[in-house]
């Protein structure tokens, strides 16, 4: 290594000065987290798991009410308690969405490379482009950062309208390589609403006062919907995709979308079990994501993963890893530095203890590896000299 990035890399067969001996270790690059929230950090075991998504949202809704400033102290903490968790989990690059860019400045600060994705929500738009526009010149004004680059995100398509998702595609279309992010088919309650107009989000829109009376029901599936609308394209991270059929799916492979698995998240918030085997076998690249602390027990992605491979036991073990590595980082647009051991990229190298009584290095690294059996090798803060 120098300077931060990684110089070589090959087999050592004489020992020079300075050679550390890191023991029986699985040497990887540090892992992408495609898709979180740390703002929401600060709701840790403090929304119930629920059995329907909307119930899900409800608490979440409530529970964000009850802090409207989001830089308070307890909101910045919990943020900063999400980095370090982040990074003493192995993770070296996350693609971060946030509502109010409060995680901007401790990101920044942090040794996690990000996306960050100011994320909108406004299903009722009285002038879609002017809205965009304003949220363009929010992260526009952002300090520079070379390690944090702003884009956009579309929340959903039950809660964003159709014009908005519009103009966000062309404000990012404007921008040099950034890629933009949509939650799309998470629930059952999406894919009823997106082809019926009805059901418990036409409910839950009236209630909060942001039903637009003008919208008509696509009457189509949530994905054919956004592709109807010109918004799927390689640049597009899809989120969860618990819903997804075969079509749609197929359909995300031809245009290049990268669907984001968090199956934690779906089992916590009632969403169900995404189709992980069928991710694969339709040929759609797959990234990995914890989402949230207000719905996901911790911050690891090996645990992520280990969720994943008890729904998906038949895809081979590399293409899991492929996912939480090169797949995030290419999906995120910093695969020039991150995702893969080589030459020029950061050194951003984890080691993870391996037992010698392991055969299958690969499968044991989808077994739940926790923070106290990996280190950072490198340039990092938290490396361990041994
Ligand atoms: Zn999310």
């Known amino acids: 290594?120098?300077?931060?990035?990684?110089?070589?890399?090959?087999?050592?067969?004489?020992?020079?000065?300075?050679?550390?001996?890191?023991?029986?270790?699985?040497?990887?690059?540090?892992?992408?987290?495609?898709?979180?929230?740390?703002?929401?950090?600060?709701?840790?075991?403090?929304?119930?798991?629920?059995?329907?998504?909307?119930?899900?949202?409800?608490?979440?809704?409530?529970?964000?009410r009850q802090r409207p400033d989001p830089n308070s102290s307890e909101i910045l903490d919990g943020i900063r308690?999400?980095?370090?968790?982040?990074?003493?989990?192995?993770?070296?690059?996350?693609?971060?969405?946030s509502n109010?860019?409060?995680?901007?400045?401790?990101?920044?600060?942090?040794?996690?490379?990000?996306?960050?994705?100011?994320?909108l929500i406004r299903f009722n738009a009285p002038d879609p482009v002017a809205f965009v526009d304003q949220a363009c010149q929010q992260i526009d004004g952002l300090p520079a950062s070379a390690s944090v680059r702003p884009s956009l995100a579309a929340h959903a398509p039950y809660s964003v309208a159709p014009l908005v998702f519009r103009a966000i595609r062309d404000a990012v279309d404007r921008r040099p390589f950034v890629p933009c992010s949509v939650h799309l088919s998470e629930s059952r309650e999406e894919v009823e609403f997106i082809a019926t107009g009805e059901g418990a989000w036409r409910r839950f829109l009236e209630e909060v006062g942001s039903w637009s009376p003008d919208w008509v029901a696509p009457g189509v599936s949530p994905v054919r919907f956004l592709d109807d609308a010109g918004f799927l394209d390689k640049r597009v991270l899809a989120v969860h995709g618990v819903q997804m059929t075969r079509e749609d799916l197929e359909r995300l492979a031809a245009k290049g979308t990268t669907v984001v698995a968090c199956p934690r998240s779906n089992a916590f918030t009632g969403a169900g079990a995404p189709p992980i085997s069928s991710f694969y076998a339709a040929g759609v690249a797959v990234a990995v994501g914890t989402d949230s602390l207000a719905s996901t027990p911790d911050l690891n992605v090996f645990s992520e993963l280990a969720a994943m491979r008890r729904l998906a036991p038949h895809v081979p073990a590399a293409r899991l890893i492929e996912s939480a590595t090169l797949t995030g980082a290419r999906a995120l647009g910093f695969d020039a530095e991150y995702g893969t051991l080589e030459p020029g990229k950061r050194a951003r190298i984890l080691a993870v203890r391996v037992p010698d009584a392991v055969s299958d290095v690969e499968e044991y690294l989808l077994s739940g590896i926790e923070p106290d059996q990996l280190f950072w090798v490198g340039d990092s803060p938290e490396s361990v000299s041994l």
Do not use: K
Not at 87 to 97: E, F, N
Not at 109 to 118: D, G, M, N, R, T
């Open 100 to 119: 109010t860019l409060a995680t901007h400045a401790p990101l920044h600060e942090s040794p996690l490379a990000a996306v960050l994705f100011y994320e």
């Open 1 to 64: 290594m120098e300077q931060g990035r990684i110089a070589a890399l090959g087999m050592n067969t004489e020992r020079v000065e300075g050679d550390r001996d890191l023991g029986s270790v699985a040497l990887l690059p540090g892992l992408v987290n495609a898709h979180t929230h740390l703002e929401l950090s600060y709701l840790r075991s403090q929304i119930p798991a629920a059995d329907a998504f909307v119930t899900w949202i409800r608490g979440v809704m409530s529970a964000r």
């Open 81 to 97: 308690a999400g980095i370090d968790e982040a990074v003493r989990s192995g993770t070296a690059l996350v693609g971060d969405i």
